[in-house]
C-alpha cells in the first residue's frame, strides 16, 4: 500500500488485510512492553493544518508504538493565502527524510494533492480532508464493528449482513463517507438519515439507502447506530431551524437508545455534542463503543502505518496495493 | 512600407479554393492564379481561410495582475490561436471602470499590434455592484467601449441590472452577465451534483445560474434593452434562451470551448487545472451546449481566457484560483468538439468566432468575413494535422491549460492582422516587426486604395 487517502477504492482484501494486523497489533498493546520495533529508525509526520488533538494522539500512538520517530507539524494558522504553501511544506518534510506524512487538512483532496504530486516520496495516510474523507476513522470503526458481531473469531471476515443506521450531518462528514464505502465494501448494508438539508444532492451512486426517520430506522432493529457530530457551525445556516429540533428528530435521546435491541451498538467518532445528537445516557450505556473506538484506533493506524512505510514498490521499504484516494469530516 | 501578402490556395469557407490578395491593409482581390510582382507569398494548399477570430471574454490581467498575462503576452496568444481580436475583461487592478483604465489597455495593444485590443467597461464601480461606473466615460472615451461587464462577479441586484440595461442603451451599448447568483454559490468549487456529492467538494448548482439568467431577459425584455450572456453552462440555461429568443427577446450568449468538451469527472483528480468558474459540467450539460451552439441558440464561443500563475494553481482544490488559458487551443477544441463532430461548418464557425462576436461587440469590419474591400484579418488553418498540446503551444505568460498533454486537431499556420501577418508558418512574428507593423497600418490611408500594379 504506497498511500491510504481514501475507502472509496480499497478492495475488501486490502481491508480485511488492515483489519487482520490490526488484530495483531492490538495484543502489542495488551503486553508488558507494548512496542514492537518494525519502524525504529524510519520517521512519520504528523501535518495537522487543523487542530485534532485525539486523531493526531492516536496516529502518534500508533507510531511510537512501532518504534517510529514523530515529528508533529503543526500548520494551523499558516493557510495557504497568508502562509507557506503545502508545496513548500511537503518539499521540507521531504527534505527532512519523511518516510510517511499523517494530513489532516480543511480542504477536501489535500492527501491527494500531495500524493499526485513529485513535491515529496513519502507514503501518505489521509487524516481527514475537509468534508471528503477520514479512511483510518472508518478502519477503525470497522474493526469496532467486527469485533463486536465476530468476537474472537472476527480474523478474515467482513461485515456481511450487518446493518449500519448513519445519522446525522452526513453531507459535511468525511467520517461518514469513508465509513459508506469501507462498511459496504465490507458487505454491511448501510441506511443513511438526515433531514434533506445534511444529505448530499446526489446519492444514486451511493451503496446505501436513504431516509429520514430515526424512529423509522430503529423500528427496523439495526446492528449498529452510528451517530455523526453536528458542527457549530451549521446551527447559523439554516441547515435547520433550531438545535433542539434537531435533538428531537434526528438525536439519539434516553427514549430512543432504550428502544434498541440488546445486542445493537451505538457508535459517534467524537467529540460527542452530549445532549444535542446523543444523550449523556447513550454517550455512557453499554452498548456504547465510543471509548473502544478510541483504543481501536491506535491499533488500526499501527497497522496502516506499518504497511504504508513497509510498502515495496517505495524506495522506502510492504505490497503494492494500490489505494488511490479521495477522501473525510471533523472528528 | 506595408506589406503586401498573396495567399495562394486557400480553402474557403464555402469549400471553393481561391487566393487572396492584400495590399495597404485591406484585402483587394480574391480569386484563381493571382499575381503580384512584389508580393510575400503564402502558400495555403490544404488551408482553410477564416476570418480573424474575435474572443468576447478575455482576461489579459494588465494592469495589475502582469505576472499571470500582460496586454502583449495575451495578445501573443490570441495571435498563436488565430485571434485578431479580443475584448479585455474589466477585472483588472484598477478595475477598468474609468475612461483611464480603458485608454490604457487599449493603448498597450495598439501598440504591441498583434490583436485589436477592446477594453470591456465595468458595469458597477470597482466591480462591487452597489453604483454604476463611468459607463458614459467610457463609452466616448478613445477605447469607445460598448461591452460592459463586471465578469468574475454577477451583478445580482436586481435593480442595479435594471438601470444597467437601462442607462447602457443611451450609449449603444450591451451588458454581458456572469450569471451567478451569489448565495448559492458562496464558498463552491464545482459542479453540484454526483461528483461533488463523492469528493466533498462544495457545489455550484445549475439553478444559480439558470435563476439568474431567468431574472435578466425578463428584465431585459422590460426594459428593452440586449443582454448578453457569458458562458453558459447548463442544459438549463441553453433551454431559457431559446425560450427567451423565440420570445423576441434581445439576447445573445456566449459558450466557452472547454464547457463544450470537459465534464466536472475531471474533479476526481484534485487537479486545480480543471477548476473553472462557471465549473465543468455533467456530459449532458455539454451535449446540450454543442446543440445549442449548432441550432443557433448559442450565438457565439468565447474563451474565457484566464491566466493565472503557477503558484495559484499547485495547490489544494479549494485554494486554487478559478480559470484556465484557452486561446492557444480554442479553435482545436470547437474542431474537435462541434467540426469533426459534424454539428457545424466552417461557415458557422467563422459565424460562431468572428462575425457573430464582433457584432455583439460592434467591432466593424468583420461583418462578411473574407472578402475584397475588407480589413484584411484572418486566419490559415491546418485542419488535418494534429498535436500533443504542450506548454511549447501556449505564448501567454501562464501554464493553466486544461489540455496539456491531450491530442487536439487543428494548427494555425498563419494569423494576418490589418493586413500583416503575427503568425507565420506556424511561429509567432516577433514582437518588434509586429508592432513595427501595426505602427505602419495605422498611419496607412483607411479605405482601401486599389494599387494599379498589384496585378502581376
Ligand atoms: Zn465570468
Excluded at chain 1, 498493546?29 to 485534532?52: H, M, Q, W
Excluded at chain 1, 481527514?128 to 476513522?137: A, F, L, S, V, W
Excluded at chain 2, 503580384?36 to 474575435?54: E, K
Excluded at chain 2, 440555461?237 to 425560450?243: C, K, P, Y
Aim: proline share 4%; hydrophobic share 45%.
Amino acid at each position: 500500500m504506497r498511500h491510504l487517502l481514501s475507502t472509496r477504492d480499497l478492495r475488501r482484501d486490502e481491508a480485511i488485510q488492515i483489519l487482520d494486523l490490526a488484530e495483531d497489533m492490538a495484543q502489542v498493546a495488551g503486553r508488558e512492553v507494548p512496542k514492537l520495533p518494525a519502524l525504529r529508525g524510519k520517521t512519520i509526520v504528523n501535518l495537522f493544518y487543523e487542530d485534532s488533538t485525539r486523531t493526531r494522539i492516536s496516529f502518534e500512538a500508533a507510531a511510537k508504538r512501532l518504534s517510529a520517530d514523530v515529528i508533529n507539524f503543526s500548520a494551523k494558522g499558516s493557510s495557504v493565502t497568508k502562509g507557506e504553501s503545502l508545496k513548500d511544506t511537503a518539499q521540507t518534510l521531504g527534505a527532512m527524510g519523511a518516510d510517511a506524512v499523517v494530513i489532516r487538512h480543511g480542504a477536501s483532496g489535500a492527501a491527494h494533492v500531495l500524493a499526485a504530486s513529485d513535491w515529496i516520496d513519502a507514503g501518505v495516510v489521509n487524516a481527514g480532508d475537509g468534508t471528503h474523507e477520514h479512511p483510518t476513522q472508518a478502519l477503525l470503526d470497522a474493526y469496532t464493528i467486527r469485533q463486536r458481531v465476530s468476537g474472537t473469531g472476527a480474523r478474515g471476515a467482513g461485515l456481511d449482513g450487518v446493518r449500519v443506521v448513519i445519522v446525522g450531518d452526513v453531507l459535511h462528514s468525511r467520517v461518514a463517507r469513508s465509513n459508506v464505502w469501507l462498511l459496504s465494501t465490507l458487505g454491511a448494508r448501510v441506511h443513511i438519515v438526515a433531514p434533506v438539508t445534511l444529505l448530499p444532492v446526489e446519492l444514486d451512486n451511493w451503496p446505501v439507502t436513504v431516509g429520514h426517520s430515526l424512529d423509522e430506522a430503529i423500528d427496523e432493529s439495526p446492528d449498529v447506530v452510528m451517530m455523526l457530530r453536528i458542527q457549530a457551525e451549521r446551527m447559523d445556516d439554516s441547515f435547520f431551524p433550531h438545535p433542539r429540533e434537531y435533538a428531537r428528530e434526528w438525536g439519539l435521546d434516553d427514549a430512543r437508545a432504550a428502544r434498541l435491541g440488546g445486542d445493537t451498538i451505538v457508535m459517534h467518532p467524537g467529540p460527542m455534542n452530549r445532549g444535542l445528537e446523543i444523550s449523556a445516557r447513550a454517550a455512557d450505556s453499554v452498548k456504547s463503543t465510543v471509548l473502544e473506538q478510541v483504543a481501536n484506533g491506535v491499533s488500526v493506524r499501527m497497522a496502516v502505518l506499518y504497511l504504508l512505510v513497509t510498502a515495496p514498490g517505495s524506495d522506502r521499504g510492504v505490497s503494492a496495493g494500490s489505494t488511490r484516494g479521495t477522501g473525510g469530516e471533523q472528528r | 512600407m506595408t506589406t503586401t501578402l498573396l495567399v495562394r490556395g486557400a480553402t474557403l469557407v464555402d469549400g471553393s479554393t481561391a487566393d487572396i490578395l492584400v495590399a495597404d491593409g485591406r484585402i483587394v482581390e480574391i480569386g484563381a492564379k493571382l499575381g503580384h510582382l512584389n508580393a510575400r507569398s503564402i502558400d495555403a494548399a490544404g488551408l482553410v481561410a477564416l476570418p480573424g477570430l474575435v474572443d468576447l471574454h478575455t482576461h489579459l490581467r494588465e494592469p495589475g495582475f502582469e505576472q499571470a498575462e500582460t496586454v502583449l503576452t495575451g495578445t501573443r496568444a490570441a495571435a498563436a490561436g488565430g485571434f485578431t481580436a479580443v475584448h479585455a475583461m474589466a477585472n483588472t487592478l484598477p478595475v477598468a471602470d474609468t475612461a483611464g483604465v480603458v485608454e490604457q489597455v487599449h493603448a498597450l495593444g495598439a501598440r504591441a499590434g498583434y490583436a485589436t485590443v477592446r477594453p470591456i467597461g465595468a458595469v458597477t464601480r470597482g466591480l462591487e455592484g452597489a453604483q454604476l461606473a463611468e459607463i458614459g466615460a467610457m463609452a466616448s472615451s478613445r477605447a469607445a467601449v460598448r461591452v460592459f461587464s463586471d465578469d468574475g462577479k454577477c451583478i445580482s441586484d436586481a435593480l442595479i441590472m435594471r438601470r444597467a440595461l437601462e442607462y447602457v442603451t443611451t450609449f449603444g451599448g450591451v451588458i454581458a452577465q456572469h450569471a451567478q447568483e451569489p448565495r448559492l454559490t458562496d464558498g463552491a468549487q464545482m459542479n453540484e451534483g454526483s461528483v461533488s456529492s463523492e469528493l466533498g467538494l462544495k457545489g455550484w448548482p445549475a439553478v444559480a445560474e439558470e435563476a439568474i439568467i431567468a431574472r435578466d431577459v425578463l428584465l431585459a425584455h422590460h426594459v428593452g434593452a440586449r443582454l448578453h450572456v457569458c458562458h453558459v453552462s447548463t442544459a438549463g440555461s441553453v433551454d431559457l434562451i431559446r425560450w427567451a429568443k423565440k420570445r423576441g427577446i434581445a439576447v445573445t450568449a456566449e459558450v466557452t470551448p472547454h464547457h463544450l468538451v470537459l465534464t466536472d469527472e475531471l474533479a476526481r483528480s484534485y487537479d486545480a487545472r480543471f477548476k473553472v468558474n462557471p465549473p465543468l459540467r455533467s456530459s449532458d450539460d455539454v451535449q446540450a451546449l454543442r446543440e445549442g451552439l449548432a441550432d443557433g441558440t448559442i450565438d457565439i464561443v468565447a474563451t474565457d481566457h484566464a491566466p493565472h500563475p503557477l503558484e495559484s494553481k499547485e495547490a489544494e482544490w479549494e485554494a486554487a484560483a478559478f480559470g484556465m488559458v484557452g486561446l492557444e487551443s480554442a479553435l482545436s477544441v470547437v474542431q474537435a468538439s462541434v467540426v469533426d463532430t459534424g454539428l457545424l461548418d466552417w461557415a458557422d464557425v467563422a459565424r460562431v468566432l468572428s462575425s457573430a462576436p464582433a457584432a455583439i461587440g460592434q467591432l466593424a469590419g468583420y461583418e462578411d468575413g473574407i472578402v475584397v474591400g475588407a480589413l484584411a484579418n484572418f486566419v490559415l488553418w491546418d485542419p488535418l494535422t494534429s498535436r500533443s498540446f504542450a506548454t511549447s503551444d501556449l505564448r501567454g505568460r501562464s501554464t493553466n491549460s486544461p489540455y496539456l498533454g491531450h491530442s487536439l486537431p487543428g494548427r494555425v499556420v498563419a494569423t494576418v492582422h490589418d493586413g500583416y501577418p503575427t503568425v507565420l508558418d506556424g511561429e509567432l512574428v516577433d514582437a518588434e516587426t509586429v508592432a513595427q507593423s501595426a505602427r505602419a497600418a495605422q498611419g496607412a490611408p483607411i479605405f482601401a486604395s486599389t494599387q494599379e500594379n498589384h496585378r502581376g
